[in-house]
């Protein structure tokens, strides 16, 4: 039966659509891909709701379907370190810790899918291909981090801010020059991920308005005016 345009899909075929075109499928063969979806759990939390705590048994594997989540750990007296915003496609969980030294929670409405960690192991332990492919997104994740921690310790305010849109951009809407995007977060966890206070993330927003870089639809919108002053701007490498 052939869906009619603008119908929704359902959180199943969301869920198996993410999983099939993911990294961790690349390169799988059917019967494998059946196996994994039959093992995948789809969950949906709500905005605010916690997907995995810092401290507990590294059980599960996550993969985001929809929505936007944010990582973060905390310290004993309270500071906390914003540590990545996820979006569809990304990957949560793979630890070489039997505990999670992060939390993770859905910042709206999201989709996710959960992969007991016995059962996913215990196939990738047969499957070649699918333990390279946790190698390579492993991989992804340690050049990330390595990507912020640069971003934090050697850019302005400003340019860490461009940092950040630049990524989002990546993942949102990189075929567009002008692009829209959506900022699920607060300000505040803004901050904490580009290590600024809320004023001064403040004036990061300010400075990229007033340089005709971006432009505020809102709080929680961003037009991306100029593409090349903002990669120039987030520039790492």
Not at 3 to 32: N, W
Not at 112 to 118: A, C, K, M, Q, S
């Amino acid at each position: 039966m052939t869906r009619s345009p603008g119908v929704r899909k359902t959180t199943a075929e969301l869920a198996r659509d993410t999983l099939l075109s993911s990294d961790l499928c690349r390169g799988l063969d059917a019967a494998l891909l059946t196996q994994l979806e039959t093992i995948a759990q789809p969950q949906i939390f709500a905005a605010n709701q916690l997907i995995l705590r810092q401290g507990r048994v590294t059980d599960a594997i996550y993969l985001p379907c929809s929505g936007s989540q944010i990582v973060e750990r905390s310290a004993a007296g309270g500071q906390r370190q914003v540590l990545a915003f996820l979006q569809r496609g990304d990957y949560l969980g793979f630890s070489t810790s039997n505990q999670f030294l992060y939390s993770a929670r859905a910042l709206e409405q999201s989709i996710v899918l959960r992969f007991p960690g016995r059962d996913f192991y215990a196939l990738a332990s047969t499957a070649p291909t699918l333990r390279d492919n946790v190698g390579q997104i492993t991989n992804q994740v340690l050049a990330r981090v390595l990507d912020h921690l640069f971003a934090i310790g050697q850019k302005r305010a400003h340019e860490r801010l461009a940092f950040l849109l630049w990524q989002l951009w990546q993942r949102q809407a990189k075929d567009s020059q002008r692009a829209t995007l959506e900022l699920p977060m607060r300000r505040g966890d803004i901050g904490d991920y580009l290590g600024l206070t809320l004023e001064t993330t403040s004036r990061a927003f300010s400075r990229l308005r007033k340089d005709d870089v971006i432009a505020s639809e809102g709080r929680n919108r961003v037009q991306i005016l100029d593409t090349e002053a903002l990669g120039r701007l987030a520039e790492v490498e």
